[in-house]
């Protein structure tokens, strides 16, 4: 039996997160040993995955950070447990677990990506860049959570497709159950014929919520009545809740924080917006498209592939407030295509992005091929 470590910088609430959520939940545990660990603290994810039966250990050490003495501590963590497969995710844990494999000896090393790379804009991101570029030479296998995504890898970074692996997200359709109707969420928060609109993301660079606040600005002084759920938490939470009252729109945004069960508030919500200036294969989008929501998203990564404009939702342009808020309007003025746009969206979901057997068998298939004496 294969032992599987699964290296995270933390477990909280985000796409990556959930999706180890969902694979974790479907395994056949007959199949290989497996362990989780955080560079900082388990979160909340990572407390339900406990619930699981998993054991999540933590280095409790800064998730966001590139300190050569966190590699260190990988390395006596991964020399105790001497796992066949290191298996970590996203930039922060990737950096670390391809030099501690290395060091360790690890038989296979392989990493998951789910953002495009084109977020790392600048000369200041030359050093992420660089080091991405030279670190994955160390991989064994790149995951991409879409084939848009594998195909940016490819050429950005010039490597082989054989090492490139496209596994795309998708839903596990029976975790996505209402406990509130979409009744008593707005009256919880004395909402009566307001348009709501939504979005979930954490609260950091990168997302969008910035530009998102003047567009709703802009949308107010029209003379549109409306709530907008920020839902997610992160690092800019005081300086966007200091905007939204800069900008007067602190009785029509909601600063939801990390919520138990999202599928609630997307229930009770009429239209999901993305405004991030990168994305994956994004999951927030899939869950509002499940729950039958038309969305607004910007044309980054895979986003256009799952949203048409006027057939299931808008397209814009990121960083641009001003084709945001007409995107508003329009869905203000034309509320009958709601509906319609929602059930559209809602199958492209089921249709395409709820086989959570075959996502996890792709798993399957990959370990398999895994040689346990290759270093």
């Known amino acids: 039996m294969k032992k599987i470590l699964f290296l995270h910088a933390n477990l909280d609430v985000?796409?990556?997160e959930i999706m180890r959520l969902f694979l974790l939940r479907n395994i056949d545990r007959t199949k290989c040993d497996i362990r989780l660990c955080c560079i900082g603290k388990k979160g909340v994810l990572g407390r339900e995955i406990e619930r699981l039966g998993y054991m999540v250990d933590e280095l409790?050490?800064?998730?966001?950070?590139?300190?050569?003495?966190?590699?260190c501590k990988l390395v006596k963590y991964l020399k105790r447990e001497?796992?066949?497969?290191?298996?970590?995710?996203?930039?922060?844990?990737?950096?670390?677990?391809?030099?501690?494999?290395?060091?360790?000896?690890?038989?296979?090393?392989?990493?998951?990506?789910?953002?495009?790379?084109?977020?790392?804009?600048?000369?200041?991101?030359?050093?992420?860049?660089?080091?991405?570029?030279f670190l994955s030479r160390l991989n064994d296998s790149?995951?991409?959570?879409?084939?848009?995504?594998?195909?940016?890898?490819?050429?950005?970074?010039?490597?082989?497709?054989?090492?490139?692996?496209?596994?795309?997200?998708?839903?596990?359709?029976?975790?996505?159950?209402l406990r509130l109707k979409r009744e008593e969420v707005r009256k919880r928060h004395?909402?009566?014929?307001?348009?709501?609109?939504?979005?979930?993301?954490?609260?950091?660079?990168?997302?969008?919520?910035d530009y998102l606040m003047d567009a709703l600005c802009e949308f107010k002084a029209l003379g549109f009545r409306f709530r907008y759920f920020f839902?997610?938490?992160?690092?800019?939470?005081?300086?966007?809740?200091?905007?939204?009252?800069?900008?007067?729109?602190?009785?029509?945004?909601?600063?939801?924080g990390n919520v138990n069960n999202i599928v609630d508030y997307l229930n009770a919500s009429d239209v999901f917006v993305l405004p991030s200036f990168s994305e994956g294969l994004s999951i927030a989008l899939m869950e509002a498209m499940l729950i039958g929501l038309p969305s607004i998203v910007t044309g980054v990564g895979s986003n256009p592939d799952?949203?048409?404009?006027?057939?299931?939702?808008?397209?814009?342009?990121?960083?641009?407030?001003?084709?945001?808020?007409?995107?508003?309007?329009?869905?203000?003025?034309?509320?009958?295509?709601?509906?319609?746009?929602?059930?559209?969206?809602?199958s492209i979901i089921?249709?395409?992005?709820?086989?959570?057997?075959?996502?996890?068998?792709?798993?399957?298939?990959?370990?398999?091929?895994c040689d346990s004496n290759k270093r």
């Open 14 to 16: 985000g796409g990556a």
């Open 60 to 71: 409790k050490e800064n998730p966001n950070s590139l300190n050569i003495r966190i590699t």
């Open 82 to 133: 001497r796992p066949d497969i290191l298996h970590s995710s996203l930039f922060k844990a990737n950096f670390h677990a391809r030099i501690a494999g290395l060091l360790c000896r690890i038989p296979y090393i392989m990493t998951e990506e789910h953002g495009e790379h084109k977020q790392y804009k600048g000369i200041k991101f030359f050093p992420y860049i660089l080091l991405d570029f």
């Open 142 to 177: 790149i995951i991409c959570c879409s084939d848009r995504l594998k195909a940016d890898i490819i050429k950005k970074e010039r490597l082989p497709r054989d090492k490139i692996i496209s596994i795309e997200n998708c839903l596990d359709v029976s975790m996505y159950k």
């Open 190 to 209: 004395n909402i009566s014929d307001e348009m709501v609109f939504i979005t979930i993301a954490s609260l950091k660079e990168g997302k969008g919520h």
């Open 231 to 256: 839902a997610g938490e992160g690092p800019l939470r005081e300086i966007l809740h200091r905007k939204c009252c800069e900008l007067e729109l602190s009785n029509e945004i909601v600063f939801l």
């Open 306 to 346: 799952l949203i048409k404009t006027s057939f299931n939702g808008i397209v814009v342009s990121y960083g641009n407030a001003k084709e945001l808020k007409e995107a508003l309007v329009f869905y203000s003025k034309n509320r009958d295509l709601i509906k319609e746009f929602g059930k559209r969206s809602q």
């Open 350 to 369: 089921k249709e395409r992005y709820s086989s959570i057997d075959d996502y996890v068998s792709k798993y399957y298939e990959l370990w398999d091929k």
